[in-house]
């Protein structure tokens, strides 16, 4: 029989089941791109197969069990949320539980209950995260209790078939041995899998064992950018320069390298980059820039992408270095100049390189043919207007620039 639900618990399950629905979704999506791009950057299979809110009822259920009050019952049932990822292989795993792990700023891993290495006496085998989900809400970070199962092929297939076909309210004692057995005999299964896996992942010796008729994996590129630069590379770049050569079809390791020699492709992207930012590619850009532009139509709309791209990731960064560096007014500005202006020792002088690089990040320090530093002062008022849209005194902030490019530019 079903137990009656509290009011007060209904309610405060339906205040907050709006706001489940969108961190569950929010979870999913960053949980799928997260296993994508490890299947890139370390070959792991897996999939995210269910996602759910836990029913009212069986909450409540739950928290009666465990002692819980309508008004805590939400905070304390630990699998309000809950997801299941399904794995191909033991190894897979370890890969997604720290994958999770670096999830530091939105999931926050509370317990780990590891039924893989120790199976629960019916033979359930799995690995159970409890974790929270650091989520805004009314100026203070309300945690929602997620549970977030992993599970190979094998262990998901003997939880399926205890939970449809062996197991009713009251099983009988063979019915539990013959669950147990099954149990034992699909984890045999996980093991001689994990072993293909392994000698299927068995690394080259050496960069140079690497044939040009070899098929692309993300291993065989990690090698190849080791060999060809001498660095490793990190694990996102590895992902995207993967993406692109999928998209552009590259099949085999001499496709990448005749992508990676193509010097005047580099030429025209080391300057593009250098317009734009005032420094060329380096070794991992280079490699994904390169792909990217042969996943395009054409060489000629490939460079354009990478262009546009370099445009808003420079523009990104000079608007974060701006808000974090500048002061936060017109006005303090203004003080800044007027001091360098007036005082000059060593103090100031400090402070005049800082001011230094205030204007060369707003793009207005360029250097001539001997390498000299020069200061356009008009556009550094242009940029100063744009960047704090205040009414502001041209006339006064132009003879400040100009009193400070003749004193220290």
């Known amino acids: ?39 890139r950057t370390e070959g792991t299979r897996a999939r995210l197969i269910d996602a759910r809110i836990k029913k009212p009822a069986k909450i409540w259920k739950k928290a009666v069990k465990l002692g819980f009050s309508a008004s805590k019952a939400l905070n304390k049932i630990v699998d309000v949320l809950g997801i299941r990822i399904v794995c191909n292989n033991l190894s897979d795993i370890e890969s997604i539980i720290n994958m999770i792990k670096e999830e530091t700023g939105y999931i926050k891993i509370k317990k780990v209950i590891d039924w893989v290495s120790n199976p629960r006496d019916d033979g359930y085998r799995a690995i159970h995260l409890r974790t929270v989900l650091k989520v805004p809400f009314r100026n203070v970070i309300k945690e929602i209790p997620c549970e977030i199962q992993v599970r190979t092929l094998a262990q998901d297939m003997w939880g399926r078939l205890s939970r ?12 539990g041995t013959i669950s147990k057995v099954i149990s034992e005999q699909l984890s045999t299964i996980d093991d001689m899998a994990q072993q293909i896996r392994n000698e299927l992942n068995k690394p080259a010796e050496l960069a140079h064992d690497i044939k040009d008729n070899d ?62 930012r005032g420094y060329s590619l380096d070794d991992s850009e280079w490699v994904v820039y390169c792909a990217m ?35 936060s007014t017109i006005k303090d500005f203004e003080n800044e100049l007027l001091e360098v202006n007036v005082y000059h020792n060593k103090d100031t002088e400090d402070q005049a390189e800082r001011i230094l690089s205030y204007f060369s990040l707003l ?36 003879e400040l620039i100009e009193k400070f490019d003749q004193t220290y530019v």
Request: net charge negative; hydrophobic share 35%.
């Open 215 to 276: 098929p692309l994996s993300s291993q065989r590129l990690a090698f190849l950018f080791k060999q060809k630069y001498n660095n490793e590379i990190w694990k996102w770049d590895l992902y995207d320069w993967m993406s692109y050569l999928e998209e552009a079809e590259a099949e085999t390791i001499k496709d990448v390298k005749e992508l990676l020699n193509d010097s005047k492709l580099k030429q025209s992207l080391d300057e593009t980059a250098e317009d734009i």
């Open 164 to 175: 449809e076909d062996l197991y009713g309210n009251n099983p009988p004692e063979l019915i």
């Open 293 to 327: 532009v042969a996943a395009d139509v054409n060489k000629e709309s490939g460079i354009k992408a990478v262009k546009n791209y370099l445009e808003k990731e420079w523009k990104e960064i000079t608007s974060i270095a701006l808000s974090e560096g500048l002061p």
């Open 1 to 39: 029989m079903k137990r009656e639900i509290p009011k007060e618990f209904l309610d405060n399950y339906n205040n907050f089941v709006k706001i489940f629905q969108s961190e569950l979704n929010q979870l999913e999506d960053l949980l799928r791109l997260r296993l994508q791009q490890l299947k």
């Open 363 to 398: 793009g207005c320090i360029s250097e001539d043919y001997y390498g000299m530093k020069q200061l356009d002062t008009t556009g550094a008022v242009g940029a100063l207007i744009e960047y704090y849209g205040d009414i502001i005194d041209e006339d006064r902030l132009t």
